[in-house]
C-alpha cells in the first residue's frame, strides 16, 4: 500500500480550502507555498508542493503545481536532493527511505524566502490486534420504510475492537479498505458520483486512546478488509481537527511549515485483516 497516495487521498483539498485566508507575514499571503508530504519507512520520500490558492479564487480544486525547485531533505546523518517527477512531486532516490529515531528537515528557496519544516519518524504501532477476523453484515431489506426489519437501512451486526499499546497518549487513527478485486455491495445508496476507491475506504477519527471500534454497519461492502493503524504527529492530528471543521470557517490551519503551509510529518503503521460475511 502506498502509504503517501492513501493520506494524500483522505486530505485533498484539506489545505487549499481552509488555507484561503492568511495574516500578513514574510510571505504575502498568496505566495505561500503549500507542503504535503508524509515520510513513511519503506517509501522513498515523496513531497507534494501547489500554489496556496487566493482567497477570492474557485477552491474546488488542487492550487497549481510548483516545479523547478531545489529540494533537499537533511536528517542526522545526511542531507539528500530532490528530483522532481512532475504535477508537483518530487521525491528521493528509491534507496532513500526514512528510518525510526531520526529527526527530518525539508528545506528549499521559494521567492527570495527559505521555505522549512522538520518532523520525526513516529515508532511502528505496538500490540495492535483485534477481537474478531470475521463480521457479518446485514444487506438492508428494500421497501420497507426506515432502517431494521423490513426497513431500507443497513443493520449493524456488532463491531471490530482494534486495540494497541498507547502509555504516552499519542495519537493514531484507523483507515479501512476493502481490498477484494470485485467488491460486492452491501448497501446501495453508496454515492455512485465517487470513484469506486473512495467509496471502498473509509476511517476513524483520530484518538488520543488505545483502542477504536470500526462498527459493523460502515461497512460498504463484503469481502477482505484491511484495516492499517497509523501513529501519529500530534501535527496531523491538529490539521485532521482542522478540516472536520465546517467549511464556513476559513481560518489559517495549523501548520509547522516556516514561510509556507501545509504538512511535512512522520508516519509509521501496522496492519490487520478482517472479512465481511453476508449472513
Same mark, same amino acid.
Given at each position: 500500500?502506498?502509504?503517501?497516495?492513501?493520506?494524500?487521498?483522505?486530505?485533498?483539498?484539506?489545505?487549499?480550502?481552509?488555507?484561503?485566508?492568511?495574516?500578513?507575514?514574510?510571505?504575502?499571503?498568496?505566495?505561500?507555498?503549500?507542503?504535503?508530504?508524509?515520510?513513511?519507512?519503506?517509501?522513498?520520500?515523496?513531497?507534494?508542493?501547489?500554489?496556496?490558492?487566493?482567497?477570492?479564487?474557485?477552491?474546488?480544486?488542487?492550487?497549481?503545481?510548483?516545479?523547478?525547485?531545489?529540494?533537499?531533505?537533511?536528517?542526522?546523518?545526511?542531507?539528500?536532493?530532490?528530483?522532481?517527477?512532475?504535477?508537483? !512531486?518530487? #521525491?528521493?532516490?528509491?534507496?532513500?527511505?526514512?528510518? !525510526?529515531?531520526?529527526?527530518?528537515?525539508?528545506?528549499?528557496?521559494? !521567492?527570495? #524566502?527559505?521555505?522549512?519544516?522538520?518532523?520525526?519518524?513516529?515508532?511502528?504501532?505496538?500490540?495492535?490486534?483485534?477481537?474478531?477476523?470475521? !463480521?457479518?453484515?446485514?444487506? %438492508?431489506?428494500?421497501?420497507?420504510?426506515?432502517?431494521? %426489519?423490513?426497513?431500507?437501512?443497513? #443493520?449493524?451486526?456488532?463491531?471490530?475492537?482494534?486495540?494497541? #499499546?498507547? %502509555?504516552?497518549?499519542?495519537?493514531?487513527?484507523?483507515?479501512?479498505?476493502?481490498?477484494?478485486?470485485?467488491?460486492?455491495?452491501?448497501?446501495?445508496?453508496?454515492?455512485?458520483?465517487?470513484?469506486?476507491?473512495?467509496?471502498?475506504?473509509?476511517?476513524?477519527?483520530?484518538?488520543?486512546?488505545?483502542?477504536?471500534?470500526?462498527?459493523?454497519?460502515?461497512?460498504?461492502?463484503?469481502?477482505?478488509?484491511?484495516?492499517?493503524?497509523?501513529?501519529?504527529?500530534?501535527?496531523?492530528?491538529?490539521?485532521?481537527?482542522?478540516?472536520?471543521?465546517?467549511?464556513?470557517?476559513?481560518?489559517?490551519?495549523?501548520?509547522?511549515?516556516?514561510?509556507?503551509?501545509?504538512?511535512?510529518?512522520?508516519?509509521?503503521?501496522?496492519?490487520?485483516?478482517?472479512?465481511?460475511?453476508?449472513?
Amino acid at each position: 500500500m502506498n502509504l503517501y497516495r492513501t493520506l494524500a487521498s483522505l486530505f485533498l483539498g484539506s489545505i487549499t480550502l481552509l488555507s484561503c485566508q492568511e495574516t500578513v507575514t514574510t510571505l504575502a499571503p498568496d505566495d505561500k507555498p503549500v507542503i504535503e508530504a508524509y515520510l513513511a519507512p519503506g517509501q522513498p520520500m515523496t513531497v507534494h508542493i501547489t500554489k496556496q490558492i487566493p482567497f477570492n479564487a474557485d477552491t474546488t480544486g488542487q492550487g497549481q503545481p510548483i516545479a523547478g525547485l531545489a529540494l533537499k531533505i537533511s536528517s542526522n546523518t545526511a542531507t539528500y536532493a530532490l528530483r522532481y517527477i512532475g504535477d508537483g !512531486l518530487y #521525491q528521493s532516490a528509491a534507496e532513500v527511505m526514512p528510518r !525510526l529515531g531520526q529527526t527530518y528537515t525539508l528545506a528549499f528557496d521559494y !521567492l527570495g #524566502q527559505r521555505v522549512t519544516a522538520t518532523t520525526q519518524m513516529p515508532t511502528k504501532p505496538a500490540g495492535y490486534q483485534q477481537d474478531v477476523t470475521e !463480521l457479518i453484515r446485514t444487506a %438492508p431489506v428494500q421497501g420497507g420504510p426506515g432502517g431494521g %426489519p423490513g426497513g431500507g437501512g443497513p #443493520q449493524q451486526q456488532g463491531a471490530v475492537r482494534l486495540s494497541w #499499546q498507547n %502509555p504516552t497518549a499519542d495519537y493514531y487513527f484507523v483507515v479501512i479498505d476493502n481490498i477484494e478485486a470485485t467488491p460486492v455491495l452491501i448497501n446501495q445508496n453508496v454515492n455512485p458520483n465517487r470513484p469506486l476507491q473512495q467509496n471502498r475506504r473509509f476511517r476513524n477519527q483520530p484518538t488520543q486512546s488505545d483502542f477504536d471500534d470500526v462498527r459493523g454497519q460502515s461497512f460498504q461492502y463484503y469481502g477482505r478488509h484491511r484495516m492499517v493503524l497509523f501513529h501519529l504527529n500530534p501535527d496531523y492530528a491538529a490539521l485532521y481537527k482542522q478540516n472536520s471543521t465546517s467549511t464556513q470557517n476559513i481560518a489559517t490551519p495549523p501548520t509547522t511549515v516556516v514561510n509556507g503551509l501545509g504538512i511535512f510529518t512522520g508516519v509509521n503503521t501496522d496492519t490487520l485483516y478482517v472479512n465481511v460475511k453476508p449472513q
